[in-house]
């Protein structure tokens, strides 16, 4: 059974800097694409950043590029989130998911909630 854990989450005041970190059980996140997403109250999820393994690649949504950063430590099968500089529309539940190479996100964790207070 896989089962994606967020952590890391809390409230931090404006400018400051939180890690999120995703644990998996039942993949290895080296063999997945994996991203970080977020939903805000009355908003729908969007995509904060991906990390593809396949293409070496990152990407990072323009909200968040310079402020966040995406990794992954394939030894601790562990996904994780460094977002600096934090604003008050950074708030929302993040969520970390796994998806193979070509698909959908099929995994995903039970999200963590960020709060930015001005």
């Known amino acids: 059974q896989v089962q994606l854990v967020e952590s890391g989450g809390g409230l931090v005041q404006a400018g400051g800097s939180l890690r999120l970190s995703c644990a998996a059980s039942?993949?290895?996140?080296?063999?997945?694409?994996v991203g970080w997403f977020r939903q805000a109250p009355g908003k729908e999820r969007d995509v904060v950043a991906t990390d593809n393994w396949s293409t070496v690649t990152t990407t990072y949504a323009d909200s968040v590029k310079g402020r966040f950063a995406i990794s992954r430590d394939n030894t601790k099968n562990m996904v994780y989130l460094q977002m600096n500089s934090l604003k008050p529309e950074d708030t929302a539940i993040y969520y970390c998911?796994?998806?193979?190479?070509?698909?959908?996100?099929?995994?995903w964790g039970q999200g963590t909630q960020v709060t930015v207070s001005s």
């Open positions: 039942g993949l290895t996140f080296s063999s997945y694409t």
């Open positions: 998911a796994a998806r193979l190479a070509r698909g959908t996100y099929k995994y």
